[in-house]
């Protein structure tokens, strides 16, 4: 059951855009089209942003889009603000285990 | 409003045990497949176990089985996370989510945390 892997901290000024990565294999990823992605301030739970790769739930600003090529899924948000320094998680539903998450990636707006 | 809410959560010494209770409100609870997810002080988010609508599938991640019992009442709107034989590792808030398609986890409760420690 290892994680999805994503870097472990992305930065962009305001304004920028940034994408954060997250790989895994056949057997999650790049076996179907079942990944989502997550926000998470501080001291909060985490709340959703994406699923379905592209999907973007409903109250989430048209900013924040995702894709998919091969075992890699990415989250990219475009036209990047203060309120957007947080962690980011995907996920992937897998083959051996119902669920994966990645190991998380740290936002930094400079 | 959708809502989850945990609670259960505490102080147990290791080899402890502890229960985790998730009540559902705003939504028909029988019909969401439901997860229980963890996240140790300072770390990333874990699955931990799943559960189906009808009580029938269960699934855990290998760090818990044969430990943790998950299982819901859905009369009572409420998840459980039965937690035996608890290890320092366990230390985690605990997360109730609720499944909208295949992982993807649209309502998240609060958390409840567990610290095992002696």
Known sequence: ?110 | EVRLVESGGGLVQPGGSLRLSCVASGYTFSSHWMYWVRQAPGRGLVWVSRISTDVTKTNYADSVNGRFTISRDNAKSTLYLQMNNLRVDDTAVYYCTRDLTWGAMDVWGQGTTVTVSS
Not at chain 1, 1 to 9: C, F, G, I
Not at chain 1, 72 to 78: D, E
């Open chain 1, 1 to 110: 059951q290892s994680a999805l892997t994503q870097p472990a901290s992305v930065s962009g000024s305001p304004g920028q855009s940034i994408s954060i990565s997250c790989t895994g294999t056949s057997s999650d990823v790049g076996g179907y089209d079942h990944v989502s992605w997550y926000q998470q301030h501080p001291g909060k739970a985490p709340q959703l942003l994406i699923y379905e790769v592209f999907n973007r739930f409903s109250g989430v600003p048209d900013r924040f889009s995702g894709s998919k090529s091969g075992n890699t899924a990415s989250l990219t948000i475009s036209g990047l603000q203060a309120e957007d320094e947080a962690h980011y998680y995907c996920n992937s539903y897998s083959r051996s285990t119902p669920v994966v998450f990645g190991g998380g990636t740290k936002v930094t707006v400079l």
